[in-house]
């Protein structure tokens, strides 16, 4: 079974402030990594996701996030955040083989002030 | 392209009733998966189906079920509704033809709450 922990429920900044949202899993096989956004009201979108290759991935809204396997993280950044980055961001994993299902984080809610 | 489609978007019902939700993929997607979300216990997996056989099942009991219709439209029903049922229920639908490499879109939700 998979797991997956973000250690910050909230996260305040300032905007034009870099931000980092921490994600750490737990897994007995590979996994392949996910971000996903919630804006208020609304569904989820993908960020960003690492299948393999460069441990470094760019999203899409400047995010970013690195792949860390002997830390098992996948930490998210982004060096200046705006406004309109207020939203709840959610780290999920999904096991590489057959067909199983996204495991998700407990979301960390991202606030950013002016 | 059309994105992933839910109703209603809200509903309130009152305890012991039972209440059928809908979602409708993105064209050519065969896999539909539900997620319950709630402060206390986040995004919680339900079941996915896939060609209309359920695939995969999450740890809900037996009162939450659904079905995929042979146009990959599904729904799901909850049958004798508790207060800890309010909740955004969330579909996804994807193409499943790379297993876990295939990006899930997901739906507005519907936003249940029992009374």
């Known amino acids: 079974a998979q797991s997956v922990t973000q250690l910050d429920s909230q996260v305040p900044v300032f905007e034009e402030a870099p931000v980092e949202l921490r994600c750490n899993y737990s897994s007995s096989v590979s996994v392949y990594l996910f971000w996903y956004v919630q804006y208020p009201n609304q569904g989820l979108q993908l960020l960003l996701k690492y299948l393999s290759g460069s441990t470094l991935v760019k999203g899409i809204n400047g995010f970013e996030a690195e792949f860390n396997k002997s830390q098992t993280s996948f930490h998210l950044r982004k060096p200046s955040v705006h406004i309109s980055d207020t939203a709840e961001y959610f780290c999920a994993v999904i096991r590489y083989s057959g067909y199983s299902t996204l495991t998700f984080g407990k979301g960390t809610m991202l606030l950013v002030s002016p | 392209k059309a994105g992933v489609t839910q109703t209603p978007r809200y509903l309130i019902k009152t305890r012991g009733q039972q209440v059928t939700l809908s979602c409708s993929p993105i064209s050519g997607h065969r896999s539909v998966s539900w997620y319950q979300q709630t402060p206390g216990q986040g995004l919680q997996f339900l079941f996915e189906?896939?060609?209309?056989?359920?695939?995969n099942k999450g740890n809900f009991p037996g009162r939450f079920s659904g079905r995929q219709f042979s146009n990959s439209r599904s729904e799901m029903n909850v049958s004798t509704l508790e207060l800890g049922d309010s909740a955004l229920y969330l579909c996804?639908?994807?193409?499943?033809?790379?297993?876990?490499?295939?990006?899930?879109?997901f739906g507005p939700g519907t936003r249940l709450t029992v009374t």
């Open positions: 996804a639908s994807s193409p499943s033809v790379a297993g876990g490499r295939d990006e899930q879109y």
């Open positions: 189906y896939f060609s209309e056989t359920q695939r």
